[in-house]
Nanobody, 121 residues
Framework: QVQLVESGGGLVQSGGSLTLTCAAS????????AGWYRQAQGKEREFVAT???????NYASAVKGRFTMYRDNGKNTVVLRMNSLKPEDTAVYYC???????????????WGQGTQVTVRD
């Protein structure tokens, strides 16, 4: 069974930076696509960034130019570097991945449990 665990969240002042890491564990899998989403209190979960198998990366307009997503396939980790943080970036950040599995099992989406990011004005 593949599991994703996020880390790196916390409290930061406006204009500060944080780096979130998503570590995938399990056996017999590979990350095909990966993404970061966030959910602010009282709001729906929204897209932040995604990294595709072809190497392309896409960002939500709200974070473009401030956030950078990259992945280390050898370590099965996905990283979201967040700079110039704003109070409106406050949310629980979730990692997700579309993972390929050895054998006959079909690829599937996996979500992490989330990590809280709070940006103080």
């Amino acid at each position: 069974q593949v599991q994703l665990v996020e880390s790196g969240g916390g409290l930061v002042q406006s204009g500060g930076s944080l780096t979130l890491t998503c570590a995938a564990s399990g056996s017999g899998f590979s990350i095909i696509n990966a993404g970061w989403y966030r959910q602010a209190q009282g709001k729906e979960r929204e897209f932040v960034a995604t990294s595709m198998s072809d190497g392309s990366t896409n960002y939500a307009s709200a974070v473009k130019g401030r956030f950078t997503m990259y992945r280390d396939n050898g370590k099965n980790t996905v990283v979201l570097r967040m700079n110039s943080l704003k109070p409106e970036d406050t949310a629980v950040y979730y990692c997700n991945a579309f993972v390929g599995l050895d054998g006959a099992e079909a690829p599937k989406w996996v979500w992490g449990q989330g990590t809280q990011v709070t940006v103080r004005d």
